[in-house]
């Protein structure tokens, strides 16, 4: 990709509408001044004093927070809230950053769900204290969130479906949820329906699935021939496994085993080494090839803290506005080498972020 076609697919985000379901969690950073340490008159215990209070919207929130810095022209939330303080204060963030609330439910039966992060120093983040649900998420949420979901699949770009919650069942993305997006991807096979999921990726069909290394599905040495080039040099991309990583090779045989089940394009996301882009479902050989597409260079400290919805906003809006495969994991990897440079906040990148570091890695 050159400038010049970096500029034409960002130059269309603003005309994009983009619909996120999934868990939306308040991330609640408390700055603790320790000079201002008491101690507790009842338990004797260090009572930590806060200075500021950093409310904003986490996990699906975060990708929004993403969507809105690049760009997008509307961006829509579907989700669950709690009628609770950390409700109040997650719907302000979202509404703040544009976010198109109306899809976000309040029940009185949740919680608002909830990262406590008390930091010393601003930085230093201390024991977290989280909140969310662990029963089993409400029927009449659930289906109405589906109605809603189906209501808006017809007037938006994308969909970004991010499934945060371990514990199955216990979060938006249920088993329900991810049959609706399923039936969706087979209906409208030109809509980007795109997930990600902290613990249950594997569970996702018939839509586009991004996921770490670690959860693609092991395969043996014969399974994932198809697609690899016969000029694929297998001796160096072993070398890029030194340390104990798996070497490129495998984890190409493993994308494309992952998009055999899927049925549709699977991106895995790297780390330092960047991003493989498998595509899925039947086609040409080119169709069904996985490619490493290189992540860009970071010099000195780094904070990894959000680089994956980073990602997925990027690959996401890319594929909105055309790109092919490799394309969109280019500008994922450039939306991650934007925000780990930002040390101790979950960061965004903007069109303008992304435009100058790729100009410097070029």
């Keep these: 990709m050159d400038m010049l076609r970096l500029k034409e697919l960002l130059g269309e985000i603003p005309k ?3 619909a996120v379901v999934g868990d939306f969690f308040l991330d609640k950073l408390l700055d603790i001044d320790r000079s201002l340490d008491e101690s507790s008159l009842e338990t004797g215990l260090t009572a930590y004093q806060v200075v500021r209070k950093r409310p904003s ?3 699906a929130g975060t990708v ?7 760009g997008v022209g509307e961006i829509l939330a579907v989700g669950a809230i709690g009628d609770d303080g950390e409700g109040y204060d997650l719907l302000k963030g979202l509404r703040a950053t544009g976010v198109d609330t109306e899809g976000l439910v309040m029940a009185e039966q949740l919680f608002t769900p909830t990262y406590t992060k008390p930091m010393f120093g601003g930085l230093e983040e201390t024991n977290r204290i ?11 949420v659930e289906a109405g969130l589906i109605h809603k979901l189906r209501e808006l699949a017809g007037r938006v770009d994308a969909i970004i479906a991010l499934d945060q919650v371990v514990e199955r069942n216990t979060g938006v993305v249920t088993d329900a949820m991810r049959a609706a997006l399923a039936e969706l991807g087979r209906e409208r096979p030109g809509l980007v329906i795109f997930a990600d999921s902290r613990a249950n990726i594997h569970l996702f069909r018939d839509i586009i699935v991004k996921c770490n290394h670690s959860e693609t599905p092991d395969v043996g040495p014969d399974a994932g021939g198809m697609g690899l080039d016969s000029g694929f040099d297998e001796a160096a991309a072993n070398a890029d496994g030194a340390g104990g990583e798996e070497s490129v090779a495998v984890l190409r045989r493993r994308a494309l085993a992952m998009a055999t089940i899927t ?3 699977v991106y895995v996301t790297l780390g330092g ?16 090839e996985a490619v490493l597409v290189p992540a860009t260079r970071a010099e000195g400290p780094i904070d990894i803290c959000g680089a994956g919805d980073a990602a997925t906003a990027g690959i996401v809006c890319a594929l909105c506005c055309g790109a092919a495969r490799a394309e969109a994991a ?4 450039l939306a991650a080498g934007v925000t ?11 069109r303008e972020e992304i435009i100058k570091i790729f100009s410097g890695e070029r």
């Design 263 to 265: 049925n549709r394009d």
């Design 64 to 70: 929004t927070n993403n969507l809105d810095a690049l």
């Design 16 to 18: 994009k509408r983009i």
């Design 57 to 59: 919207p986490g996990a």
């Design 130 to 140: 989280d909140i969310r649900n662990r029963g089993v998420f409400p029927a009449a």
């Design 340 to 350: 780990i440079k930002k040390i101790g906040v979950t960061g965004t990148a903007s």
């Design 273 to 288: 080494r960047g991003i493989i882009a498998a595509g899925g479902g039947a086609g040409t050989t080119a169709e069904r």
């Design 330 to 333: 280019l500008v994922g990897n």
